[in-house]
């Protein structure tokens, strides 16, 4: 049992029992309460990077097919210069 002291109305402290039972479920809230705030920001993370790695290759996706349609239009000019 905790004892805990209280501030009443009329200004006088007060000892007030805490039940065993509700500390160890305030416990066992608490560490679930950081569990869960690691987790999310873990994912958080997690997903951050793999938006960066989404972009990077939608970038490197963009280069690669705008130079092969570079490169097409190129071939076509010459062979028509060529005749």
Do not use: C, H
């Amino acid at each position: 049992m905790l004892i805990a002291w209280i501030f009443d109305l009329n200004k006088n402290y007060r000892a007030r029992v805490v039940p065993e039972n509700i500390l160890k479920k305030q416990a066992r809230d608490a560490k679930l309460v950081k569990s869960r705030k690691e987790q999310r920001e873990k994912a958080k993370k997690d997903r951050a990077s793999a938006r960066k790695l989404a972009y990077d290759n939608a970038e490197k996706y963009f280069k690669e097919y705008t130079d092969a349609d570079n490169a097409l239009i190129q071939a076509k000019r010459d062979a028509k210069a060529k005749g």
